[in-house]
Structure formats: structure tokens, C-alpha cells
């Protein structure tokens, strides 16, 4: 079974930075656009960012964008969440996944999405 397997998150504090990782099988970033969710106590599952796999375009969510930024390394099969100017409503659960069904980012429902990481917990307190 195809999975993405996540690494980095933690204790952070508030203000301060960190990277997620998800790597994936070699196909898996050339042919489906890769986004980044979290889930946080209580809520629904959101999706924070997204970069597609035909142009390498990127999405954000407005609760991000401008502190997060998607990125991906096709050489190390990885996409990355660079996560700076970190608030303590950025602790949840992060996801990465792959959606199958499309090569471009926008913003589309969670069941098109399939080959979920793990999770990695952020928690962001002082």
C-alpha cells in the first residue's frame, strides 16, 4: 500500500519556525498534485496548502499564506511545509496527501485525496 511517510513537527514557540517532510513513492509527484492538512482538536480535517505536479503551482489557505510555504524536491521524491511566524492556533495534527483524481491544486474535497502520511503533531505553546 502507497504512503506517504511524514517526519519533522514537534514543540515550537510561538514566532518560531519549522519544516515538515513527506516523502512519497517516485511516481506519486509527477503525476497527482500533493496537499498539506491539519486537524487540530474538535475540527475538521482543512487543507492549508497545496502545489500541483504538472506546474508546480501552489494554493494556500487564507490562515496560512504568508507564514507557510509548499515546496517539493522531485530528485528526493519529498515535499516540504515550511511553517515560519508559528501562533499557537497552528497546533493540530499535519497531514500530507496526494490527489489522484488531478495534477492542479484548488481547493477540492477531502475524498479525492488517497495515500495519506501518518500525521505529525505541532504544538505550538510557550
Known amino acids: 500500500q502507497v504512503q506517504f511517510v511524514q517526519s519533522g513537527g514537534g514543540l515550537m514557540q510561538p514566532g518560531g519556525s519549522a519544516r515538515l517532510s513527506c516523502a512519497a513513492p517516485?511516481?506519486?509527484?509527477?503525476?497527482?498534485?500533493i496537499g498539506w492538512f491539519r486537524q487540530a482538536p474538535g475540527k475538521e480535517r482543512e487543507e492549508i496548502s497545496c502545489?500541483?505536479?504538472?506546474?508546480?503551482?501552489?494554493i494556500y489557505a487564507d490562515s496560512v499564506k504568508g507564514r507557510f510555504t509548499i515546496s517539493r524536491d522531485k530528485a528526493k521524491n519529498t515535499v516540504y511545509l515550511q511553517m515560519d511566524s508559528l501562533k499557537p492556533e497552528d497546533t493540530a495534527v499535519y497531514y500530507c496527501?496526494?490527489?489522484?483524481?488531478?495534477?492542479?491544486?484548488?481547493?477540492?474535497?477531502?475524498?479525492?485525496?488517497?495515500?495519506w502520511g501518518q500525521g505529525t503533531q505541532v504544538t505550538v505553546s510557550s
Open positions: 496527501a496526494a490527489n489522484t483524481m488531478r495534477v492542479l491544486c484548488g481547493h477540492h474535497p477531502l475524498y479525492e485525496y488517497d495515500y
Open positions: 517516485t511516481f506519486v509527484l509527477d503525476y497527482y498534485a
Open positions: 502545489i500541483s505536479s504538472s506546474d508546480g503551482s501552489t
